[in-house]
Nanobody, 123 residues
Framework: VQLQASGGGLVQAGDSLRLSCAAS????????MGWFRQAPGKEREFVSA??????YYADSVKGRFTISRDNVKNTVYLEMNSVKPEDTAVYYC???????????????????WGQGTQVTVSS
């Protein structure tokens, strides 16, 4: 499975941004797709995931970010609204073939990772 993330950039606080992650290769329709982010000097942290059609969010982005998926295109999207400077990070998409719900926020539960896309939010 290969993941290609795109859509990052430099935006101002309060703006919106949409990230995309296209999966190719031997994907499974039952897969979970997740978004994580990593700021300089910090550990990689969970942002959002979608398992079947159910979305999950970190508390820090709930109400501002929306995850969605297009199973025909094997693509997952992260709509980021009302972005804040603390959202600045490299955003990674991840693919997990069989993730149990209790592990959905753990990076170690995912099998494949995209290359990351930089999101920078200026104040």
């Amino acid at each position: 499975v290969q993941l290609q993330a795109s859509g990052g950039g430099l935006v101002q606080a309060g703006d919106s941004l949409r990230l995309s992650c296209a999966a190719s290769g031997r994907t499974d329709n039952r897969y979970t797709m997740g978004w994580f982010r990593q700021a300089p000097g910090k550990e990689r942290e969970f942002v959002s995931a979608i398992r079947w059609t159910t979305p999950y969010y970190a508390d820090s982005v709930k109400g501002r970010f929306t995850i969605s998926r297009d199973n025909v295109k094997n693509t997952v999207y992260l709509e980021m609204n009302s972005v804040k400077p603390e959202d600045t990070a490299v955003y990674y998409c991840a693919y997990g073939a069989r993730i149990i719900l209790s592990s959905i926020r753990k990076p170690t539960a995912y099998d494949y990772w995209g290359q990351g896309t930089q999101v920078t939010v200026s104040s």
